[in-house]
Structures are given as C-alpha cells and as structure tokens.
C-alpha cells in the first residue's frame, strides 16, 4: 500500500534529504547517516545538541553486524530478540559517522519493530537516523499533524501511515563490564534480554 512513498522516501534521504516516518512509538526523523550535511541538517532542524549523538535503525540484524561491533555476550541473544523495541548503545565501525556518537564512543542502534521503518532502512542503504520528529525538549508526535505542528516546512518529506502507538519510547541498554545497564527503561522488558544472556544489570 505504502510501496511507492517509501521508495520516494528513500530516495530523498539518498540525496540527502529529511524524512519524517513512523516507528513502533512515534514519528522519527531519518536522514543518510552517512552524509555529514545530511546530519548537520538534522541537527539543526531538531536543535538538538550534537553532543547527545543521534540514534539510528538498522533495517536488519546483518545491517548492524555489517556497521556496529557486537558484544559476543548479546550477539545470539540480539539476533533473537530484533525486530524489536530495544536499542543498544554500540561502537560504530570504521565507515560510520562519528557524528552519530556525539560526545559518547557509541551509538545507540535498534533493528524497529515497524515494519515500515524497516523497509525505509533499508531501501535507504541499511541505516537510517531514528531520532524523535520534534523540536529538542517538546513532546514527540504520534500523527502527522503532529509532526507539521512542529516542524512545519523544514523537512522533506512526511510519509505519513496514520497514527503510531504512542505510549513508552523503545528502551535503552549497554553491555558495560560484564553486564547490562539501562540508560532507558521504555517499552521493552529488559528482563527477556537477561533471560536469554545471563547477564545481570549494573545499578
């Protein structure tokens, strides 16, 4: 049904363009993490801090591996569990922007839940930039109105599906000596993820 606005979506974030799209919780802003203008752009449409680094979605599990390095201690487990809400802060490889990272060695990275977002990545070379469509401070959006309310005439494109879920935003981990520790406690149970590993969490 989407099939066409999502090859046009891609195609502007391939020319380095800014695309609103939906993910499991809310509207995301995608753009090339490869291109530097493209994540400058980025960084000032949002206001955000560069500092905070810029989240990205991975369009499968072989995208991450291909651009991230995986703990062995996650890696089955991870394969498992992706497509999912969960993001885990990883070092980026040699040909990932730094960019990304802001004033952190890592990345935080999530294969979505949405199938969509997904299909975006990876008709947009495998990774996407998956940070909140909203102004730095002000509350995500859930639709398209939403989106505009705030962003207006500064993006590209909205490829808009109707409302997302809502509700907890996708939860964030890392794997920090020898265990886990949650920088974000959102919609994912980080208790499945040390169910399957066996890791215990860092206070």
Do not use: H
């Amino acid at each position: 049904m989407f099939d066409k606005a999502i090859d046009k979506a891609a195609g502007i974030i391939r020319e380095g363009g800014v695309v609103a799209f939906p993910t499991e919780t809310f509207y995301g802003l995608a753009v090339d993490p490869g291109q530097t203008s493209g994540l400058s752009r980025l960084i000032e449409i949002k206001q955000r801090d560069a500092a905070k680094g810029i989240p990205v979605i991975a369009a499968s599990f072989a995208d991450v591996e291909r651009n991230f390095i995986l703990p062995d201690a996650l890696r089955d487990a991870l394969e498992s569990i992706w497509p999912a809400p969960l993001s885990v802060a990883l070092t980026p490889r040699e040909q990932v922007s730094r960019t990304l990272c802001g004033d952190f060695t890592s990345v935080a990275v999530r294969v979505s839940a949405n199938r969509l977002a997904r299909e975006l990545a990876q008709r947009s070379g495998g990774l996407i930039t998956a940070t909140s469509a909203n102004l730095s401070g002000q509350p995500p959006s859930q639709d398209a109105q939403g989106v505009m309310a705030q962003l207006k005439d500064t993006i590209d494109y909205l490829l808009d599906t109707g409302k997302t879920p809502g509700g907890e935003p996708s939860t964030i981990v890392a794997f920090e000596k020898g265990s886990l520790r949650i920088y974000r406690q959102g919609r994912y149970d980080v208790a499945k993820l040390t169910s399957l590993t066996g890791l215990s969490c860092l206070n």
